[in-house]
């Protein structure tokens, strides 16, 4: 039985000594030849040396990458429908307008009638009909706005909140395909605890910035397009004075966004590291517990949060200063407006109706502004939270068990050779852990490796199932190096028992059941996984304990039973393997 890998990404692991191993250092029983008749091969030295590889940020358009064409032609209609429930808002202020020029008018006519200016006695009802006649219209009118912005609204809602579940569903799935897909090599720098954020914190990013956050803008982005369209027509000259602020509103958002976006990169990159410390320390608690390492490890875990909350603070400072300026700037347009309007009214370039309607409109469309900024941030996040997520999706690894191509040799002898093979783990590619190793070991003999612990035992079972390639030499099965194999042939060719294996957190019935995966009884029905389940565990030697259990092979195990029941887990992988090895029609 292979000890496990030494690379182990647990806190309490042990890593492996620094000196490489070489033939002389381990005993294999029964004692083999060295060969050296074949030349081997010699991949580059950086073949597994990790790669800093700069992320490329990610577009708007390709956060729509996995859309369909039928919800990008719902996303174009909920687009229609935010850009008119965003247009109607400023119209109100048009209204507006309307109704306090009529105010003003009618107020005038009351003035001179009591003042008894009036030449004409019916002038006083004529306005008096005309401003009930002008109210009542413009009071329809804003009914009729009210219910177009509620069904616009409603409609966008519901597009761009039903996509962007669907694709955020998609976009887990396939991370999490990706992620199963990658070598081991991938899981020296990536930890449970960073997967299990990218796909809980990163999507949700991501799905908020393919939801309503997009309508939303749209919306924002209309009502302050129409805003200043539609004061600059009614009195461009008091629209070009309070447009003065405009540059100021784009300076702080621009600056605001800047920072904040590359703060909260920062902070999403500290939550990750952190999930994966506590991860690690959760799935050995009782290792902790036994050293009393509780509070350093805690410390640990409050360095990441700490630099989180550090960069967070910094964000908020950014975001705070940069919305204390556009108010100030907001507001101080609003007196600028009502000194200079006071002026235009008196030159008689200006109406009291035109006055309210600009300054209203302006309003408006300061305030989309406004709030644009904080929705447009959420799409920005969610592009940089993307970037990660399809760096991971497109990754092909150099090992990959999902490629159909290598060889798939119809007979398989089980000769390995190791010729001058040298490797080091991609994680230290500083430390030499095999250095010019050259040993045989026949088919159809049980052979040992024997070594201290650290010695590479478990690193010469990881070439074998080729969960990494050597830096030079060759691994060869039966005279065929294990590069011109196929990945998923030659690990099926294998059945690996480690020392520590793992249960999924499932019956016992469903973790040896796994063994069917990839045979025909994958899809056979439960009667007749059930038959082979327990031939394969007679032949083990396992019915007999299982059987006595209470609900016997409907027993639930998991990672608890994996640590506290080494050797029964043991015997339940064996039986897996076997009933792999078995259905396939391989020796066991």
């Known amino acids: 039985m292979a000890d496990q890998p030494s690379k182990k990404r647990g806190f309490f692991s042990r890593k492996e000594k620094g000196d490489a191993i070489s033939e002389s250092q381990l005993q294999v029983v029964p004692s083999t030849e060295s060969s050296s008749k074949q030349q081997p091969e010699e991949p580059p030295e950086s073949a597994n040396a990790p790669q800093s590889q700069v992320i490329q940020p990610v577009s708007f358009v390709s956060l729509f990458r996995f859309s369909t064409r039928t919800e990008l032609t719902f996303n174009v209609i909920g687009v229609i429908a935010a850009a008119a429930a965003g247009a109607a808002q400023p119209l109100m202020s048009l209204l507006f307008g309307n109704l306090v020029q009529a105010f003003v008018t009618f107020g005038s006519t009351v003035q001179e009638s009591k003042a008894g200016t009036l030449t004409d006695p019916g002038a006083l009802t004529a306005a008096e009909n005309h401003f009930r006649t002008t109210a009542a219209k413009d009071a329809s009118y804003l009914v009729y ?16 909140v039903y996509t962007g579940e669907v694709n955020a569903k998609r976009i887990r799935e396939r991370y999490l395909k990706a992620i199963l897909r990658q070598d081991i090599a991938f899981f020296d720098h990536v930890g449970a605890g960073e997967v299990a954020t990218r796909i809980q914190t990163d999507t949700h990013l991501v799905q908020q910035g393919i939801s309503e956050k997009v309508a939303i803008c749209v919306s924002f982005f209309a009502s302050f397009v129409t805003g200043f369209v539609l004061a600059y027509v009614r009195s461009w000259r008091l629209a070009l004075a309070l447009s003065s602020m405009l540059p100021c509103i784009a300076v702080t958002g621009g600056v605001m966004n800047k920072f904040v976006s590359r703060y909260m990169k920062l902070s999403l990159a500290y939550v990750a590291d952190g999930g994966t410390l506590a991860e690690e320390v959760f799935s050995t608690v009782r290792t902790a517990q036994a050293f009393g390492t509780q509070e350093v490890l805690s410390d640990r875990y409050n360095s990441h949060i700490l630099l989180s909350r550090r960069v967070d603070m910094k964000a908020a400072v950014f975001h705070g200063c940069g919305l204390a300026v556009f108010f100030f700037v907001v507001y101080g347009g609003y007196a600028l407006a009502f000194d200079f309007g006071t002026t235009l009214i008196d030159r008689g370039e200006g109406t009291a109706g035109q006055v309210v309607n600009v300054i209203l409109a302006i309003l408006i469309g300061s305030f989309s502004l406004a709030l644009l900024a904080p929705e447009m941030q959420a799409i920005t996040h969610g592009m940089g939270a993307a970037a990660k997520l399809y760096e991971t999706i497109d990754r092909v690894p150099p090992i990959d068990s999902q490629d159909e191509s290598g060889l798939k040799p119809e007979k398989c002898a089980g000769e390995i050779t190791f010729e001058n093979v040298k490797f080091n783990y991609p994680s230290r590619p500083e430390v030499r852990i095999v250095k010019d190793l050259t040993i045989q070991f026949p088919a159809g003999k049980t052979t040992a490796l024997v070594g201290a612990s650290g010695s590479g035992k478990s690193t010469v079972i990881s070439l074998v199932e080729r969960f990494y390639d050597p830096l030079s030499g060759s691994v060869r099965l039966d005279g065929r190096s294990l590069r011109d194999l196929n990945v998923k042939w030659l690990r099926s060719q294998i059945g690996l028992v480690s020392q520590e294996p793992t249960l999924f957190a499932t019956t016992i019935f469903g973790n040896v ?12 029905s439960d009667e007749v996984k059930m038959a082979l389940v327990k031939e394969a565990c007679v032949t083990a030697n396992a019915d007999g304990f299982i059987s006595k259990l ?26 897996e393997i076997y009933l792999l090895r078995y259905e396939n029609g391989r020796k066991f």
């Open 513 to 524: 059941a796994h063994g069917l995966i990839g045979t025909e009884h994958e899809d056979a």
């Open 550 to 575: 209470p609900l016997g092979y409907e027993t639930v195990v998991g990672e608890w039973c994996s640590r506290s029941h080494g050797v029964v887990v043991v015997v339940y992988v064996v039986c």
């Open 145 to 160: 706005i009210g219910l177009g912005m509620f069904v616009c609204t409603y409609v966008y809602m519901l597009v761009w």
